[in-house]
């Protein structure tokens, strides 16, 4: 394990060598898709697989340190040039503190920890947006991640879960350390000590009309569970199946969504399909949370994109 403490500056920070790969919170939900077409019980399945929303919040708070961690040691660098060769590892881990946040607002809770737990989150959010001075992007995340809703309300103002979840997330976050071991369906954590993966992974061409066309399917798999559930003759059995199917379906959905809105175009053709796939949820009649979700993933996504493109720019005229 590298030695984390004694490094002052970027330039000693030597990049060690793991060949695994790196996914992140959406993808990983993302390939929980039924095998072949789909199906109710297939997609019924994908709730038993997700992973845990306390996980995943740790994760996003370890990757958040590994950005402060990341700028600080820029901030006490003398080369510039190097900082900007070095920027795509700082890009990277936002990433993947940014598809792991917004897998907490779209995975479903099991408790009121966990409620408690997506409120702290969300108003983590609100609070940046507000720093920033971008009140849409706050309005957005209070409906994301339902903080006016009365089950996030009452975790939020109950002391039991607030003591309960700051020591879950606590416990989680402080066990959280990279692993030797490659995973291609886990998410995992990852320092900057592993920037040439993380670089690696940013620089990767996701295919996003192969995303948007998994999107679709699987709305359209959503959508024709809920119309079977307006069948008042169902047994309490198969409405309960379609219903988890319904809501699994959803999920795959809002990940691929995400996904899409967070990365970066490469050309004139991944704009149009970041186009398609936006005011494809704008257009649906689904409840606000969900819209918000996506709404808020490119929000974040255009941000990322804007302050990373001055960054970059402000480095390239340091170096003059």
Same mark, same amino acid.
């Given at each position: 394990?590298?030695?984390?403490?004694?490094?002052?500056?970027?330039?000693?920070?030597?990049?060690?060598?793991?060949?695994?790969?790196?996914?992140?919170?959406?993808?990983?939900?993302?390939?929980?898709?039924?095998?072949?077409?789909?199906?109710?019980? @297939?997609?019924?399945?994908? &709730?038993?697989?997700?992973?845990? !929303?306390?996980?995943?919040?740790?994760?996003?708070? +370890?990757? $958040? =340190?590994?950005?402060?961690?990341?700028?600080?040691?820029?901030?006490?660098?003398?080369?510039h040039a190097l900082v900007e060769r070095r920027l795509p590892w700082l890009v990277a881990l936002t990433m993947l503190n940014h598809a792991a946040t917004l897998a907490v607002a779209l995975l479903p809770t099991s408790d009121t920890v966990d409620d408690?737990?997506?409120?702290?989150?969300?108003?983590?959010?609100?609070?940046?947006?507000?720093?920033?001075?971008?009140?849409?992007?706050?309005?957005?995340?209070?409906?994301?991640?339902?903080?006016?809703?009365?089950?996030?309300?009452?975790?939020?103002?109950?002391?039991?879960?607030?003591?309960? @979840?700051?020591?879950?997330? &606590?416990?989680?976050?402080?066990? !959280?350390?990279?692993?030797?071991?490659?995973?291609? +369906?886990? $998410? =995992?954590?990852?320092?900057?000590?592993?920037?040439?993966?993380?670089?690696?992974?940013?620089?990767?061409?996701?295919?996003?009309?192969?995303?948007?066309?998994?999107?679709?399917?699987?709305?359209?798999?959503?959508?024709?569970?809920?119309?079977?559930?307006?069948?008042?003759?169902?047994?309490?059995?198969?409405?309960?199946?379609?219903?988890?199917?319904?809501?699994?379906?959803?999920?795959?959905?809002?990940?691929?969504?995400?996904?899409?809105?967070?990365?970066?175009?490469?050309?004139?053709?991944?704009?149009?399909?970041?186009?398609?796939?936006?005011?494809?949820?704008?257009?649906?009649?689904?409840?606000?949370?969900?819209?918000?979700?996506?709404?808020?993933?490119?929000?974040?996504?255009?941000?990322?994109?804007?302050?990373?493109?001055?960054?970059?720019?402000?480095?390239?005229?340091?170096?003059?």
């Open positions: 394990m590298p030695d984390t403490k004694t490094k002052t500056t970027l330039a000693d920070v030597k990049p060690e060598v793991w060949n695994g790969a790196v996914v992140d919170e959406l993808h990983a939900i993302a390939q929980q898709r039924p095998w072949g077409d789909g199906n109710a019980e @297939g997609y019924s399945l994908v &709730l038993q697989g997700l992973p845990s !929303l306390t996980d995943v919040a740790a994760r996003a708070r +370890y990757h $958040a =340190g590994q950005v402060e961690r990341f700028l600080d040691l820029a901030s006490r660098t003398p080369d408690w737990i997506r409120g702290d989150t969300g108003e983590s959010v609100v609070e940046a947006a507000k720093q920033h001075q971008n009140p849409e992007t706050a309005e957005l995340a209070r409906a994301a991640f339902g903080l006016d809703t009365p089950t996030v309300n009452a975790a939020l103002t109950s002391p039991r879960a607030f003591i309960a @979840g700051a020591d879950r997330l &606590l416990a989680a976050t402080s066990a !959280l350390e990279p692993s030797r071991d490659s995973d291609d +369906y886990a $998410a =995992g954590v990852h320092w900057l000590e592993r920037g040439k993966t993380l670089t690696d992974y940013i620089t990767d061409h996701l295919d996003l009309e192969y995303r948007l066309d998994a999107v679709s399917h699987h709305l359209r798999w959503a959508d024709n569970f809920a119309a079977l559930l307006e069948n008042g003759e169902l047994s309490p059995t198969h409405r309960d199946r379609l219903g988890r199917a319904q809501a699994g379906a959803m999920i795959l959905a809002l990940a691929d969504l995400a996904r899409i809105a967070l990365w970066p175009s490469r050309g004139p053709e991944d704009h149009q399909v970041k186009s398609q796939a936006r005011e494809l949820m704008r257009t649906r009649q689904d409840p606000q949370c969900p819209k918000a979700i996506v709404e808020l993933a490119f929000s974040i996504g255009d941000q990322m994109r804007s302050t990373f493109g001055t960054l970059t720019a402000r480095l390239s005229e340091a170096e003059i």
